[in-house]
């Protein structure tokens, strides 16, 4: 497997931490999202992903190379393809309540904040980008937190690691980027915080890739 993803993208980061949960080894290609007006741009990456956005998983299967991109759908796709363990509650109801806390993080609040808004909103709208995205996060975490009290135990969804927990730790690490006040949200972060103490959490975390640049 092939991961093309870029160190601070929160929708990488997700997969990274989904392929470390599942225990799969990937190959990391980086993709500079900034460099020369963004290697995503590039032709030979629209080649591989023609929305030019990371990340893009790359394998073989059947003898032939197979590519997906949007996090959420690649997550969906390593869940039904090795299905131990489990980033979805067995429950029907649980499952719908994780796909609502993950899209609460993947539809309302990441792409008010990726790196193509925010390029538009400061360079034409002549907007502050950093106000802009404080507010769309903000609003999104209070929703998260909200939904999440209903079903947390150590994890958002009771004492299990789920897809929820995936989106959520990237976008506190944005939340922090972006100068939001994280103390009303003291459920996410303990939440967080025992991710945190987690392996495959671990690895993923934005420092530690090889593309990542030190503050």
């Known amino acids: 497997m092939k991961l093309y993803s870029y160190w601070r993208s929160s929708c990488s980061w997700r997969v990274r931490i989904g392929l470390n949960l599942k225990g799969l080894s990937y190959e990391y290609v980086p993709v500079h999202l900034l460099k020369d007006g963004g290697e995503q741009h590039s032709e030979a990456y629209r080649a591989v992903n023609p929305m ?19 996090s959420l759908a690649i997550l969906e796709y390593l869940e039904e393809r090795y299905p131990s363990p489990a980033l979805l509650p067995a429950d029907p109801y649980l499952r719908a309540r994780c796909r609502m806390l993950s899209e609460i993080v993947n539809s309302g ?3 008010l904040q990726n790196t193509g808004v925010l390029q538009r909103i400061k360079g034409e709208l002549k907007g502050d980008e950093k106000a802009w995205c404080a507010y769309w996060i903000d609003r999104g975490l209070g929703a998260f937190q909200a939904l999440a009290q209903e079903t947390a135990g150590t994890y958002c969804l009771g004492d299990t690691v789920s897809m929820a927990d995936i989106c959520l730790v990237p976008q506190l690490f944005g939340a922090r980027r972006f100068g939001v006040d994280l103390r009303p949200y003291e459920l996410l972060t303990r939440i967080e915080a025992a991710c945190a103490s987690l392996p495959a959490f671990q690895a993923a975390q934005a420092d530690r890739q090889p593309d990542a640049v030190p503050a």
């Open 52 to 70: 030019r956005t990371v990340p893009t998983l790359e394998f073989t299967e059947g003898g032939k190379v197979r590519h997906l991109s949007q």
């Open 109 to 111: 609040i990441q792409p």
